[in-house]
């Protein structure tokens, strides 16, 4: 079985307080910038791994997908997807994306919006989504950045004041599992390098169509701490292309 | 004039001491990475920005290139190129990168290491050389990490005993101008983002075919500090092909 915090009652009722949970893509700080990434939806087959409440799963088939799967391990994630987010055109499917199977060349794209730093092995998992693209076809995802996985806390380093001083770094070669708090729970999470996210893409066969770390958009500078987010990269989107 | 501490000579004694200049790239702990990214020289015209001693000069003219350009903005640093690093294909010129003309469409390679974070405008500089590539041409370079320029110092943070706790990354989103401490000397750099330099490869129209933290060989292992090099990327390598 693999990790799942968000099917801890506890954990999922804070994740259901969240702005990302409660307005949806417009109160995620990353979606102006994800949204610019993503293909054209109409008329394909759409993979979201990692799906959670269904809002990108919903967004492609609102822009005129003709099939989305959204793939995720909570049971109480789907639930809400259902509620939230159900479209005729939408399959939601309960289970791990590493033990997720399709056909291949059954898609024409595949996205991830926050989840990978959740899986252990990502070369196995980007060679599967390889081969279950159509060729052309589309690889867009959103993980945490590698500076914000690296030391584990995923925390800023404090002044006696109780002051930021700035973000740690450290242990940055060391990949693998990181204990980071999140909503006050205990959440494993897995630290890659930029090297291996990007090599891995080149060494499969996906070309890099784009590569940004997304800065909060103006409309939400006023939101308390949002200015510390120019301080250091807290999310890595990459768009990849099929060769 | 463009910042050239290279020709102060106080830091030039200092830089002349350093394991790179002594031996050469066998003492470049980056070098066995960036020696996979290098393009095949035979036959191949080269313009090395920011040649310093004609380390990689030499090294593109050792291994076939027709011609070789070694351009530096330092007058002592290319007299220690036409000293060591001679060979009757390479031309050594005295310029800033950003002043360097020549023409369109005349270079097979364009390299550079550890040059462009003395560079202020990256995109001005990637646009002219793409126009003096050839279609399929390689730039390949390397250059300090954002991680490593994006707080300023360059150095670690230090606990009470002087024991090193981490790296520190502060300013990530405030592109411009750093004052670090290189050899003693207050050197002025400049930080750019990890997206600005990917993104504006890929939108001159550049395909991106490497992105590599190098991390120290194992056979530099030993050297004093060289394990906390595992602690945070200090040097990004990139390779890139013209369209």
Redesign the interface.
Known sequence: MKENAYNNPGFFEKYSKMARSVKGLEGAGEWHELKKLLPDFNDRRVLDLGCGYGWHCAYASDHGAKTVTGVDLSSRMLQEAARRNKRENITYIQSAMEEFQTEARSMDAVISSLAFHYVENFTELTEKIYDWLVPGGSFVFSVEHP?FT??GSQDW?YGTDGEI??????????EGKREAAFLGEKVIKYHR???TY??TL?KTGF???????P?PPESMMDLPGMKDE????MMLLIAAEKG
Chains 1, 2 share one sequence.
């Open positions: 500076v690296a030391y380093y001083l700035h973000f740690p770094v450290d242990h940055y070669y060391y390098t930029l090297t990007v090599e080149l070309s890099l169509k784009a590569l940004v770390e800065m120019l301080r250091r990269p």
